[in-house]
T-cell receptor
Framework: AAGVIQSPRHLIKEKRETATLKCYPIPRHDTVYWYQQGPGQDPQFLISFYEKMQSDKGSIPDRFSAQQFSDYHSELNMSSLELGDSALYFC?????????????FGNGTRLTVT | AQSVAQPEDQVNVAEGNPLTVKCTYSVSGNPYLFWYVQYPNRGLQFLLKYITGDNLVKGSYGFEAEFNKSQTSFHLKKPSALVSDSALYFCAVRAPGGATNKLIFGTGTLLAVQP
């Protein structure tokens, strides 16, 4: 079965640079979530989109922005990168038609800021 | 506010023995609870969920979880552990309200199964 696809798998950036992470949800899933997982920590919710509109917002820094496109893929844009942004970034998708449907996660993008 | 707690950072068990990974929850209203497993450098994989109905929920890879309302617990169990079960396990609760199924995760429990 198709899963959530994230690209790139690994990304190395320097401080103050920008980064763009991409997420392709499972087909027919209309909701995308972004999570950040620091080393040894639990995933922290950043932001979500439903039908291309922002549906919820968590602990996402102002330096970050995201959007969901007409084909339902999503991009997380990160600017003025800081060392503390180094983390594993997960995208997950679900279908809102199944109100309590589980989130399906991609394998993540590991961002290293040097 | 909804939250889940995983009191054990690590659980060690011998292969073939039963395993339990503990989770307690704090919610207002009906709890919607989930278990996920994370292997090194991988995403979180859905194991099972409790929404309503039977207190014993069966999931993937032989795992099950028991919902206990009086103890506000949702412990993950497996009758016979495998070395390949060694991973990081997260309990999660669905956040209240909103238009999404956003999850709030516990801090995770590392399960180590010794051969």
């Amino acid at each position: 079965a198709a899963g959530v696809i994230q690209s790139p798998r690994h990304l190395i950036k320097e401080k103050r640079e920008t980064a763009t992470l991409k997420c392709y949800p499972i087909p027919r899933h209309d909701t995308v979530y972004w999570y950040q997982q620091g080393p040894g920590q639990d995933p922290q919710f950043l932001i979500s989109f439903y039908e291309k509109m922002q549906s919820d917002k968590g602990s996402i820094p102002d330096r970050f922005s995201a959007q969901q496109f007409s084909d339902y893929h999503s991009e997380l844009n990160m600017s003025s990168l800081e060392l503390g942004d180094s983390a594993l970034y997960f995208c997950a998708s679900s279908s809102q038609q199944g109100r309590f449907s589980p989130l399906h996660f991609g394998n993540g993008t590991r961002l290293t800021v040097t | 506010a909804q939250s889940v707690a995983q009191p054990e950072d690590q659980v060690n068990v011998a292969e073939g023995n039963p395993l339990t990974v503990k989770c307690t929850y704090s919610v207002s209203g009906n709890p919607y609870l989930f278990w996920y497993v994370q292997y090194p450098n991988r995403g979180l994989q859905f194991l099972l969920k409790y929404i309503t109905g039977d207190n014993l929920v069966k999931g993937s890879y032989g795992f099950e979880a028991e919902f206990n309302k009086s103890q506000t617990s949702f412990h993950l169990k497996k009758p016979s552990a495998l070395v390949s079960d060694s991973a990081l396990y997260f309990c999660a609760v669905r956040a209240p309200g909103g238009a999404t199924n956003k999850l709030i995760f516990g801090t995770g429990t590392l399960l180590a199964v010794q051969p």
